[in-house]
């Protein structure tokens, strides 16, 4: 997968941060989610119109983010999602590990449209709940809700590699992760959880007919319609009461960790791997601290 994803990103014109920022930040968009393997994601790339240019920033353009999400002590947000709330909320703070820039990111969606609200701070405070994060969270959570904001406390990281594409017309971002890892943080004794094989290709615009959305028809690949990545990470981190609303979504990653399983198992120096698999992850022990 590395070579041929290389050969098509080096391809690609490129567009630096600014030039991103400027002419697609996004703030206000529709997400279009789909779940892929890597094989389905190299024929994507391949297919892939000439018309989308490559985040690069000092050389790279496959980048690292770190992602740790707040909710509430009985999981406010996730359930949002689950109950199918038409206004709901995802709040967590983002770190550039390759950059060492951080945000604090407030994200609501209001049906079907997604609105975000961030702010820059010292990368050092990734993963905390300071008092200006607060103060920034209780403005636009009253702004929205005009209740009381609740108490919210890390809950869950996620980390991941990125690969960002914009339309040269400005129409749309498309967000491809990888090698996922997701981590119960309100557990001491939790392990990082690899999520091997699973891609997630995002298409964000406001525009009805987007390139990727069309390319994805054209091979059938399914959009994921309940896909919001942090209650997918509740789930899996065996924290949800009920996941209804997500079943079809966990069924179709189970067939994408199956297959992954599968070609593996042909492999003689990996015989044993199934066996050494929980639930469906591999599993890698660190250590996260969170102030």
Not at 9 to 15: G, V
Not at 185 to 206: D, H
Not at 225 to 252: D, G, Q
């Amino acid at each position: 997968m590395k070579q041929v994803l290389k050969n098509k990103l080096f391809s690609l014109p490129s567009i630096d941060l600014t030039g991103l920022n400027a002419s697609a930040s996004y703030l206000k968009r529709k997400d279009r989610k789909f779940l892929l393997t890597e094989r389905q994601l190299i024929e994507v790339l391949s297919d892939l119109p000439e018309v989308y240019q490559v985040l690069e920033i000092d050389g790279k353009r496959v980048f690292w983010y770190d992602n740790v999400y707040m909710d509430t002590q009985d999981y406010l947000f996730y359930k949002q999602h689950e109950n199918k709330v038409p206004s709901r909320t995802k709040v967590r703070t983002r770190l550039y590990q390759d950059s060492k820039l951080a945000f604090f990111e407030y994200k609501q969606k209001e049906n079907g449209v997604t609105k975000k609200y961030r702010y820059q701070f010292p990368f050092l405070e990734h993963g905390t709940m300071t008092k200006w994060k607060k103060r920034f969270f209780d403005g636009v959570y009253q702004n929205n809700y005009e209740e009381k904001t609740p108490d919210i406390s890390p809950s869950i990281r996620t980390r991941y590699n990125r690969l960002t594409l914009v339309a040269t017309d400005g129409e749309e971002r498309l967000t491809i992760d990888f090698n996922i890892r997701v981590q119960d943080i309100r557990n001491k004794w939790s392990r990082e959880k690899q999520l091997k094989n699973l891609v997630i290709l995002e298409s964000k615009s406001m525009s009805k007919t987007c390139r990727s959305v069309e390319l994805m028809k054209e091979k059938w690949f399914k959009r994921a319609r309940w896909c919001s990545k942090y209650s997918l990470w509740v789930v899996y981190s065996w924290l949800a009461e009920k996941w209804t609303t997500f079943e079809n979504t966990i069924k179709k990653i189970k067939e994408i960790r199956t297959e992954f399983i599968n070609a593996r198992s042909r492999k003689p120096a990996m015989k044993n791997l199934e066996s050494k698999l929980d639930n469906n992850f591999t599993t890698t022990k660190i250590s996260v601290v969170i102030k």
